[in-house]
Nanobody
C-alpha cells in the first residue's frame, strides 16, 4: 500500500505564492507519474500539473492552461516527493489540491494513490 501526505496549503492574498509538497511512502518499487489535481466547490476535479519519472529521459511535465507560467511542478525521486510551486495566485485558484502518484509496488502490482487533499484559499 502506498500513502501520500500533502502539506503546504493555506490562505494567501492574490498575487502571493504557496508551495505544496507531497511525500509518498509505503511499498514502492517505482513511481512513474506524480501530479497535482484540484477541486473547487461545485466543480469537477481537474488536473493542475503532472510530471514523469525522468528515469530514462528528461522529466516530462504537463500543465493546465490556466496555470502555465505561474505554477511549476518538480519532484525528488530519491525521497519520492513532488512539489508544486504556485506563484501569482488568483482567487480562481482556490480549491482543495490533491496529490496523485502512479507506479509499481514491491508486489509488482500497479498502484494509483491519492492524498487526502490540502486547502488552498486565495483572497482578493
Amino acid at each position: 500500500q502506498v500513502q501520500l501526505v500533502e502539506s503546504g496549503g493555506g490562505l494567501v492574498q492574490a498575487g502571493g505564492s504557496l508551495r505544496l509538497s507531497c511525500a509518498a511512502s509505503g511499498s514502492i518499487f517505482s513511481i512513474y507519474t506524480m501530479g497535482w489535481y484540484r477541486q473547487a466547490p461545485g466543480k469537477q476535479r481537474e488536473l493542475v500539473a503532472d510530471i514523469g519519472s525522468g528515469i530514462t529521459n528528461p522529466e516530462r511535465t504537463n500543465y493546465a492552461d490556466s496555470v502555465k507560467g505561474r505554477f511549476t511542478i518538480s519532484r525528488d525521486n530519491v525521497n519520492n516527493t513532488v512539489y508544486l510551486q504556485m506563484n501569482s495566485l488568483k482567487p480562481e485558484d482556490t480549491a482543495v489540491y490533491y496529490c496523485s502518484a502512479g507506479g509499481l509496488a514491491l508486489s509488482m502490482l500497479r498502484f494509483d494513490s491519492w492524498g487526502q487533499g490540502t486547502q488552498v484559499t486565495v483572497s482578493s
